[in-house]
């Protein structure tokens, strides 16, 4: 079971989210919805793994926005803050801009990771 708290990732968080069924959910300051949410995977090393899922709700361009950046980052530190498991990230390969996708989250990674605090495998 995943744990978190949620005050702990508002006070983190450029935009406020709610948790809705499980998921969390924020909207921005252009309307578009975004739902992130965990789901259980297979165990690895003896580590329980979760993948985790970004979901814009509406099926509209968006312009670059960095707090949906930072809101995203605040929900995946409180993951790590409060969960010692593995996050896998897979990119959607349905539309076909899963590559555009993987730059983005490895811009992320790069750009906010600790040293050394985190390790990713392709």
């Not at 809705?20 to 921005?28: A, E, P």
């Not at 801009?97 to 983005?104: K, M, T, V, W, Y």
């Not at 490895?106 to 390790?119: C, I, L, S, V």
Request: proline residues 4%; charged residues 25%.
């Amino acid at each position: 079971m995943i744990k978190f708290s949620l005050p702990a990732i508002n006070n983190a968080s450029p935009y406020e989210i709610l948790l809705m069924d499980g998921d969390f959910t924020f909207c921005t300051d252009l309307n578009i919805h975004y739902s992130i949410s965990f789901t259980e995977e297979m165990e690895l090393g003896g580590c329980s793994s979760y993948q985790i899922i970004i979901r814009k709700i509406e099926d509209t361009h968006s312009p670059h926005d960095p707090k949906v950046e930072a809101t995203i980052l605040a929900i995946v530190n409180e993951f790590f803050r409060s969960n010692l498991e593995i996050l896998l990230y897979l990119c959607d390969t349905t539309d076909g801009r899963e590559a555009s996708r993987n730059r983005l989250f490895m811009r992320w990674f790069e750009k906010n990771a600790e040293p050394g605090r985190f390790t990713i495998k392709q």
